[in-house]
């Protein structure tokens, strides 16, 4: 991987497909960085590294230690003058938004207003696609449609909701095409934030059977990372509009039980699980789940992994072993 300090005075090379990644030491942002690189694009990354970590980037990016939120970032993007952007930066761990609510409005919202400022100065730049998030839809029974009404819930939301509005004011502004991906639930390997899945299989790998976890009965439409990546490349390359809002899901829907239940399917274990006080969400919704016609319909994406297909993926990448319990040996 090579390394770049911000302030660097390198020639950048006038590369017709020049990528930027904000965030792209993250666990989404690795994997787009990889699908970029795989596809003959000239990759920069930035990250702050606060959850993500440079050990992710692949070889062939150039890697930026920064924060989107300075002077600094600014002419780290006028220098590098991308053709396309894809924005990642964000706080994205829901509990950790809610309990430092002004350290997520001031990243996730001041950092994107001020990624633009940058961009507006960039003359050949064609696209940007943001990760926004399906938080920024209010509760429901339905799968959503990028045309129903948007009330967030959590402080997450709200900033992805407002990054949203940042965008299409960009887009309106610029003649450059702009994408937010409401993104729903992701999973995969190299996840860095501690999650439903990461949880599960975190506690397995260190022995225990009976799991530790918080509300059980919501459903939530989980889509698997590198379909993700590949959903954020090919709007960052195929989509020429104005502004669009596009979701990014499966359009199925699995019950915390039910996620439980495929994992010891896959291990071949009986998995039992107990809730703890912790770990329960006083604020969380029953149903969150894509309606994708949209995506599909205008750039012709959908995903290839089942969600069971894509946890034994996740197994097979790290591996997992179930170890009996003390009292059981």
């Given at each position: 991987m090579k390394e770049q300090s911000p302030d660097s005075n390198r020639d950048i090379?006038?590369?017709e497909h020049r990528v930027l990644?904000?965030?792209g030491a993250g666990f989404i942002g690795s994997h787009v960085a990889d699908v970029l690189v795989e596809s003959g694009c000239d990759v920069h990354v930035v990250d702050s590294c606060f959850t993500g970590t440079r050990d992710l980037v692949p070889n062939e990016a150039t890697f930026y230690e920064g924060d989107i939120r300075t002077e600094e970032f600014r002419?780290?993007?006028r220098a590098i003058s991308p053709r396309r952007i894809v924005h990642l930066a964000a706080l994205h761990y829901i509990p950790y938004c809610n309990e430092h609510p002004e350290?997520?409005?001031d990243v996730n919202v001041m950092g994107s207003r001020n990624l633009y400022r940058a961009a507006s100065d960039v003359d050949e730049l064609e696209s940007v696609v943001f990760a926004s998030s399906a938080a920024v839809y209010p509760p429901g029974d339905a799968p959503n449609r990028e045309e129903d009404e948007t009330a967030p819930i959590d402080i997450y939301g709200q900033t992805k909701l407002v990054g949203e509005d940042l965008l299409e004011l960009f887009a309106s502004e610029t003649d450059v095409s702009c994408a937010a991906a409401r993104l729903f639930n992701v999973f995969g390997d190299a996840e860095t934030n501690p999650h439903l899945i990461p949880a599960i299989l975190d506690q397995l790998r260190d022995g225990d059977r009976t799991l530790a976890l918080g509300n059980l009965t919501p459903r939530r439409d989980f889509v698997h990372v590198s379909d993700v990546a590949d959903a954020l490349v090919t709007l960052s390359a195929d989509f020429d509009e104005?502004?669009?809002t596009f979701n990014v899901g499966?359009?199925?829907e699995h019950s915390v039980r039910e996620v439980v239940g495929y994992v010891g399917g896959l291990v071949g274990e009986e998995i039992e699980i107990t809730q703890t006080e912790q770990r329960i969400r006083k604020t969380d919704r029953q149903h969150l789940c894509?309606?994708?016609s949209r995506i599909h319909a205008e750039i012709g994406w959908e995903p290839k992994l089942s969600f069971v297909e894509g946890l034994g993926d996740l197994i097979e990448r790290e591996p997992l072993t179930v170890e009996p319990s003390d009292a059981e040996q």
């Open positions: 090379d006038e590369e990644v904000t965030g002419r780290l993007v350290e997520a409005f104005s502004y669009r499966t359009g199925n894509a309606n994708i």
